[in-house]
């Protein structure tokens, strides 16, 4: 892939991307929805990469959205437009390999296209999170509605309708479970890069099936999802075949969140 808006690379079956245009606190432009229309397809497709962790150039932002005096390319017709979620969403590209996002700075606007659907979010202490658009004058609806399945409702509402009144905080991201985990700056990339290791250790085909059977049964009722949930389990678990051997590991790795 030749990307012009984000650093790509892959080591041991984790692929970083990296969103690098610091200069607009690296929002998206349409040469970055191409990039990442490419970049998903390529981590779909080769099955060296089992994980990946998304994070931001830059002191100042992850990302703070759409790139406001570049835009993304519209079509005239209005029943012919996009959603740019189409080339930025991992899940709407039909990835599930785990999606681990570490968050710094400020994180706004469409940058909830990639957090809503993180399956492990982290971020630094400095990390603040806000959608704009109502201040704007511009309804605020595909990422509030995004984020409303993973946060509780009042609390996506309260984001949606303060938009520059208003930011969340880190420690508060994690009381709403916005985030799992808050991390000095320094330490940041480190511990997603950990995470994406520990993941990527375990069986792939399990861990997709559990993320794919997860994030489907959201558009599903209880029972809908639990019937469904039954027939992964029957693809993914072939009888009598051992996915990972731990008798290597030693007793009493873990660790305590």
Same mark, same amino acid.
């Given at each position: ?13 984790? /692929? ?20 990442? #229309? ?22 100042? /932002? ?17 029943? =012919? ?7 930025? =969403? ?49 309804? /605020? ?6 984020? #409303? ?14 938009? +520059? ?7 508060? $991201? ?37 993320? %794919? ?11 809908? $999802?639990? %019937?469904?949930? +039954? ?27």
């Amino acid at each position: 892939m030749e990307l012009k808006t984000v650093l790509f690379e892959v080591a041991g079956h984790v /692929a970083t991307v990296t969103l690098n245009r610091p200069e607009v606190m690296n929002g998206f432009n349409q040469q970055m929805l191409e990039d990442f #229309a490419a970049l998903w397809h390529t981590v779909r497709t080769d099955d060296d990469i089992r994980v990946v962790v998304l994070r931001g150039a830059g002191d100042r /932002a992850f990302c703070t959205g759409m790139d406001v005096k570049e835009g993304i390319d519209r079509h005239a017709n209005v029943w =012919s437009q996009t959603d740019p979620g189409e080339y930025l =969403s991992p899940k709407l590209n039909q990835v599930w390999k785990p999606l681990v996002c570490a968050v710094h700075g400020m994180a706004a606007g469409g940058a909830f296209y990639w957090l809503n659907e993180a399956d492990i979010m982290i971020c630094s202490q400095d990390a603040t999170f806000f959608d704009p658009h109502v201040s704007y004058g511009l309804t /605020a609806a595909l990422e509030p509605i995004g984020l #409303a399945r993973r946060i509780p409702l009042g609390e996506a509402l309260r984001i949606a309708l303060l938009g +520059l009144d208003e930011r969340v905080s880190a420690a508060r $991201a994690l009381q709403i479970g916005l985030v799992s985990e808050v991390l000095p700056g320094e330490e940041l990339w480190d511990r997603a890069d950990e995470i994406a290791r520990l993941i990527a250790a375990k069986p792939p085909a399990a861990i997709q099936g559990t993320v %794919r059977a997860i994030w489907e049964s959201l558009d599903s009722t209880r029972t809908q $999802a639990l %019937r469904t949930g +039954l027939s992964y389990t029957q693809i993914g678990n072939p009888a009598g075949k051992a996915g990972v051997d731990r008798s290597a590991v030693p007793r009493g790795r873990w660790t305590l969140r």
